[in-house]
C-alpha cells in the first residue's frame, strides 16, 4: 500500500531538533527519511512550512516532498506585527508548483481565522485551487490560546468561503464532536489525522489502556463517513513513523485504508502521484 505523509515537519539542524527526532527512533535528515520511507511504503510527503516566507528557505527534494506555505506566530509575533505585502508573498509561494496549500497557525498568532488579514489569502487559495490547512486542538506551547483553534471557529471560515477548501489539522482533538461536525457539514473541510500521539508508543498497550478515547475517535470517524475527507498524517519528527502508521490503521477500517493513506490527500493537495 502507497502512503502520503500529508503533514510533517521538516526542521534546519539543531540539538533541539536532533533531539526531537532521535527521541521517536529517527535522525533530522531528508537522507534519514528517504531511507525510511522506502522501508515504509511512504511515497511522498506534505511539509507544512514554519519559520519564513522566502521562496528559496523552502527548498525540498521535489520528489519527496510538497509543502504548505506557512503563517506562524514566529513570522507574526503573536499578531503585533503585520505583513504589509503578505499576500504577494503569498502567492509567491502559491505559483511554484511543489507549494500545495497554505498552513495557517490561529491558536499560536491568536488571531481569528475570520480576521481581515486572512481574507486576500482565503481569495489566492481559491484561485489557484489550493488548500488552507490549519492547526486545529491543542497547541504545543501553553502561550497559545484555544479559544482560536477549536474546530467550531473553522467552521464560521468554511461557511464564509464555500470556494476555498480548507484541511483541519489533527482532527481538532481533543474538540472530536465539534470536528466530526465540522468536516460533516462543510463540503469544503477534509481533516487529516496528524499528531494525535507524541513519542514512542507500545501500541498494544496504548490501545488497552487509552481505550475510552480511541474509541471516541472511532465513533466520530465512522459516525459521520466521511472517508473521502479524511487524511494520513504524522506531525513528524514528534512520532515514530512505524508506529504511527500502526496507530491510524487501528482508527481506521481496512476497507478505507486505500482513501486515507494516499488517494485522499493525492486528489485534495493536487500531488498528482
Known amino acids: 500500500m502507497k502512503i502520503i505523509d500529508a503533514h510533517l ?15 521517536v527512533g ?32 523552502h ?3 521535489s520528489d519527496l516532498f510538497h509543502y504548505c506555505v506557512g503563517l506562524d506566530s514566529s513570522l507574526l509575533e ?19 508548483e511543489n507549494c500545495c496549500g497554505v498552513k495557517l497557525y490561529p491558536g499560536y498568532n491568536r488571531i481569528w481565522l475570520s480576521d481581515p488579514m486572512y ?14 490547512a490549519v492547526h486545529m486542538g491543542l497547541t504545543a506551547f501553553p502561550r497559545a490560546h484555544l479559544k482560536y483553534s477549536h474546530p467550531l471557529v473553522l467552521d464560521e471560515t468554511a461557511a464564509d468561503h464555500p470556494k476555498t477548501r480548507f484541511v483541519m ?20 473541510v477534509a481533516a487529516d489525522l496528524s499528531g494525535l500521539l507524541e513519542g514512542r508508543v507500545d501500541l498494544e498497550r496504548y490501545f488497552r489502556e487509552q481505550a475510552g478515547y480511541v474509541s471516541l475517535l472511532r465513533t466520530w470517524l465512522t459516525a459521520i463517513e466521511q472517508w473521502d475527507d479524511i487524511l494520513y498524517g504524522t506531525d513528524w519528527p514528534i512520532v515514530n ?14 476497507a478505507h485504508w486505500e482513501q486515507v493513506f494516499f488517494q485522499n490527500a493525492n486528489r485534495i493537495y493536487g500531488l498528482d502521484l
Open 241 to 254: 513513523l512505524g508506529e504511527y502508521i500502526q496507530f491510524v490503521k487501528g482508527l481506521v477500517p481496512q
Open 26 to 57: 529517527h535522525e533530522n535528515s531528508t537522507g534519514h527519511l528517504r531511507q525510511v520511507y522506502g522501508e515504509l511504503g511512504i511515497v511522498h510527503g506534505v511539509v507544512m512550512g514554519n519559520h519564513s516566507l522566502e521562496t528559496g528557505y
Open 78 to 96: 503573536g499578531g503585533a506585527r503585520q505583513i504589509d505585502d503578505l499576500p504577494d508573498r503569498v502567492e509567491e509561494h502559491l505559483k511554484r
Open 119 to 132: 481574507e486576500p489569502l482565503y481569495q489566492l487559495a481559491a484561485r489557484y485551487d489550493k488548500p488552507v
Open 169 to 188: 489539522c489533527h482532527f481538532g482533538n481533543p474538540f472530536l464532536e465539534s470536528a466530526a461536525a465540522v468536516v460533516e457539514k462543510n463540503p469544503n
Open 9 to 23: 515537519h521538516l526542521f534546519p539542524p539543531s540539538p533541539r531538533t536532533e533531539k526531537m527526532a532521535g527521541q
Open 59 to 61: 527548498s525540498y527534494p
